[in-house]
């Protein structure tokens, strides 16, 4: 499974455009990329997924350039709500033995 | 509609003693799964089950046990509890088809003593 790089952590402030990328160089030709968002004392909810160049639902955006060695989660407007873990996962999708790996995760904490 | 279900919320064991975490869904999906988070850290995959009647190990299987009792089913045993096994566990699952994401329950908090 393809090894991802996040910050650790991350600030913002209420209002704010939040952009969190993630490294991944050894992705995989059939590997998806899958965001995941955690509160405390909650499990992970899924938020966004991709294969390449852009993707946008009601809750964000992902951004994948043309190598797919790298992607950017962009949270518009961020509110204090959004203060949370934020996971990035490759792989070929949870599917039996290929179920995905979490890493670590960027907490991002959002002020006013 | 609950989604992922798991039993206990909270637990407290002695060191040896022996106990079952509950999971269940109700979104008909094939797959399901056990994760351990420890403080500050990511999600370790224990153990899980590409569809009911299979089950293989994860990531950290050692000093666990499941059962994949039926589709909307799986629970997770530890035989005798030691104080490593101190963590929160959430079960998730997965329609299985595809790049479908997990879905995850709130999780089991465990403190092995």
């Known amino acids: 499974l393809a090894k991802t790089t996040q910050p650790i952590s991350m600030d913002s402030y209420e209002g704010q455009e939040v952009n969190i990328t993630c490294s991944h160089n050894?992705?995989?030709?059939?590997?998806?990329i899958t965001w995941y968002q955690q509160f405390p004392s909650q499990g992970p909810r899924f938020i966004i997924q991709?294969?390449?160049t852009k993707v946008t639902n009601e809750v964000a955006s992902l951004f994948i350039p043309a190598d797919r060695k790298s992607s950017t989660l962009s949270l518009p407007r961020v509110s204090l709500s959004d203060t949370a873990v934020y996971y990035c996962?490759?792989?070929?999708?949870?599917?039996?033995?290929?179920?995905?790996?979490f890493g670590s995760g960027t907490r991002l904490q959002v002020q006013p | 509609n609950a989604g992922v279900t798991q039993t206990p919320k909270f637990q407290v064991l002695k060191t040896g003693q022996s106990m079952t975490l509950q999971c269940a869904q109700d979104?008909?999906?094939?797959?399901m799964y056990w994760y351990r988070q420890d403080p500050g850290m990511g999600l370790r995959l224990i153990y899980y089950?590409?569809?009911?009647?299979?089950?293989d190990k994860g990531e950290v299987p050692n000093g666990y046990n499941v059962s994949r009792l039926n589709k909307r089913e799986f629970s997770l045993r530890l035989e005798s509890a030691a104080p490593s096994q101190t963590s929160v566990y959430f079960c998730?699952?997965?329609?299985?088809?595809?790049?479908?994401?997990?879905?995850f329950g709130n999780g089991t908090r465990l403190t092995v003593t």
């Open positions: 996962l490759v792989g070929p999708g949870a599917t039996g033995r290929r179920a995905l790996t």
């Open positions: 050894n992705i995989a030709t059939n590997d998806y």
């Open positions: 998730a699952s997965s329609s299985g088809q595809g790049y479908s994401p997990l879905h």
């Open positions: 979104m008909n999906h094939n797959s």
């Open positions: 089950s590409a569809s009911e009647g299979t089950t």
């Open positions: 991709g294969y390449k």
